[in-house]
């Protein structure tokens, strides 16, 4: 599964942006998607999952009622829409693929886009 990341940018804390995910074949219905970030120096985190037919989505504590992870399997796109973003919110952001039911586990990640960087501005 070849994963194609995009969306992200300069964006001022409060503000939002909608990261994209997509495949360019018809396979991502088969598989949970997750985001993940990194920022410099730190290690690569979990950070939004949907299941396969996209009933279940799970978050970190910290981005809770502020990120929204959907899918459109039709598409075979799956979106990360971050609002209220702050500054902390600074990082690469990956998408993966797993044909786990869900993951929130980095290294059960077997597909991995190639990362969008968001830049959040204080």
């Known amino acids: 599964v070849q994963l194609q990341a995009s969306g992200g940018g300069l964006v001022q804390a409060g503000g939002s942006l909608r990261l994209s995910c997509a495949a360019p074949?018809?396979?991502?219905?088969?598989?949970?998607m997750g985001w993940f970030r990194q920022a410099p120096g730190q290690e690569r985190e979990f950070v939004a999952a949907i299941s396969w037919g996209g009933r279940s989505t799970f978050y970190q504590d910290s981005v809770k009622g502020r990120f929204t992870i959907s899918r459109d399997n039709a598409k075979t796109t799956v979106y990360l829409q971050m609002n209220s973003l702050k500054p902390e919110d600074t990082a690469v952001y990956y998408c993966?693929?797993?044909?786990?039911?869900?993951?929130?586990?980095?290294?059960?990640?077997?597909?991995w886009g190639q990362g969008t960087l968001v830049t959040v501005s204080s």
């Open positions: 993966a693929a797993t044909p786990r039911e869900y993951s929130t586990l980095v290294y059960e990640y077997g597909y």
């Open positions: 074949e018809r396979t991502l219905s088969r598989y949970s």
